[in-house]
């Protein structure tokens, strides 16, 4: 009788911590990197009915509505610098950076969006060619994002981009946010795999303790 309630006793402890571990692996070592959207962007020297847009009294500027979201469930994101660089391609083998605008680091709780909504100065954007119908920005983000969480503090590089097409009007030519993403191929699931992985092992241990 005693012996089956101890057993039992154990059986529950050993479930209970299976579930704590299982909990701490979803939750807090497998943080995904915030996202960014570009929900609006006008470039008003290219907005081709402004007739100031083909004098050299043109408009440089670009304003621009990112949004930043960190969408972990638990974890908030502690944000470096965020740099936001604007690259104007008028044509396919020309690209240069037009403009660039900081927003600087701050802390951003779980499941949290923020909205960074700006004018920058650019220069020299013109239109190339005012036939043509629509022209490209690059626009790259760079920051470091670290991670509110027991297991998970370190600050890793998020490095991501985006073409954007702009059309006669100046803004961008479709309604659609556009999403960033990483241009190379990024070895952050190894990363977190090997945490995961300490952890199973660590869990396995202390099981074996108890047992
Ligand atoms: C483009 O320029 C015209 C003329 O100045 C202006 O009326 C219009 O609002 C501008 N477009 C945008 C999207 O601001
Ligand atoms: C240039 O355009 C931006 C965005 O439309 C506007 O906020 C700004 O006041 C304009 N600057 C000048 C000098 O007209």
């Known amino acids: 009788m005693r012996f089956r309630a101890i057993c039992g006793c154990i059986i529950i ?12 692996c ?8 915030p996202s960014f959207t570009i929900n609006d962007f006008y470039v008003s020297a ?3 009915s402004d007739i100031s847009s083909t004098t050299t009294a043109a408009n440089q500027t670009i304003s621009f509505d990112m949004k930043l979201r960190n969408s972990n469930k638990v974890m908030g994101a502690y944000y470096d610098p965020v740099r936001i660089t604007f690259s104007y391609i008028p044509n396919i ?3 240069f950076v037009v403009g660039e605008y900081t927003v600087p680091k701050f802390y951003q709780h779980n499941k949290n969006s923020m909205w960074v909504r700006e004018t920058v100065a650019t220069r020299g954007i ?17 920051t470091k994002v670290g991670f509110k969480s027991p297991a998970y503090r370190k600050k890793d590089s998020v490095v991501v981009v ?15 946010g556009i999403k960033l993403f990483e ?9 977190c795999l090997s945490i995961q992985m300490r952890l199973l092992i660590l869990s396995t241990a202390t099981l074996l303790v108890i047992l």
């Open 93 to 95: 083998k020309l690209t």
């Open 46 to 48: 290219l907005n081709l």
């Open 13 to 24: 402890s050993v479930l209970a911590i299976i579930t704590a571990v299982i909990v701490v």
């Open 126 to 142: 013109a239109p190339y060619n005012r036939l043509v119908t629509s022209s490209v920005f690059m626009v790259q983000v760079s």
């Open 162 to 176: 985006a073409n954007v097409r702009v059309d006669q009007t100046g803004k961008k030519d479709s309604k659609k």
């Open 183 to 191: 241009s190379g191929v990024g070895d952050d699931g190894l990363g």
């Open 26 to 33: 979803v939750y807090y070592t497998n943080p995904s990197d």
